[in-house]
């Protein structure tokens, strides 16, 4: 089993800036992705970033390009997400995910069903 913690969430201004973190812990611990996901009230999941552990590739969410960053490191089972001019769209429970699983063609790191284990998630409110 792997266990993820996320933690960095809290109440911000329009404009201000959080910075998520997660860490992975459990079995011996080696992912080939991780990635953030998002819920707002009464919405579904949605994908918000990943990276791709191999070339470090990253992806974002097309209302979180420009504004949110994704890093971390494999090697410590940790990723990160710097979100800046956070605006009261970005109100969401952020969840952060692993997977442990090889990445065939077609896996695109963008999907809930692509990943393997989640954690309990962190809120994040923006206020205007």
């Known amino acids: 089993q792997v266990q993820l913690v996320e933690s960095g969430g809290g109440l911000v201004q329009t404009g201000g800036s959080l910075r998520l973190s997660c860490s992975a812990s459990g079995r011996t611990f080696s992912s080939y992705a991780m990635g953030w996901f998002r819920q707002a009230p009464g919405k579904e999941r949605e994908f918000v970033a990943s990276?791709?552990?191999?070339?470090?590739?990253?992806y974002y969410a097309d209302s979180v390009k420009g504004r949110f960053t994704i890093s971390g490191d494999n090697a410590k089972g940790t990723v990160y997400l710097q979100m800046n001019n956070l605006n009261p769209e970005d109100t969401a429970v952020y969840y952060c995910?692993?997977?442990?699983?090889?990445?065939?063609?077609?896996?695109?790191?963008?999907?809930?069903?692509?990943?393997?284990?989640w954690g309990q998630g962190t809120q994040v409110t923006v206020s205007s």
């Open positions: 995910a692993t997977r442990i699983t090889p990445i065939y063609y077609g896996v695109t790191l963008r999907r809930n069903n692509e990943y393997d284990y």
């Open positions: 990276i791709r552990w191999s070339g470090d590739r990253t």
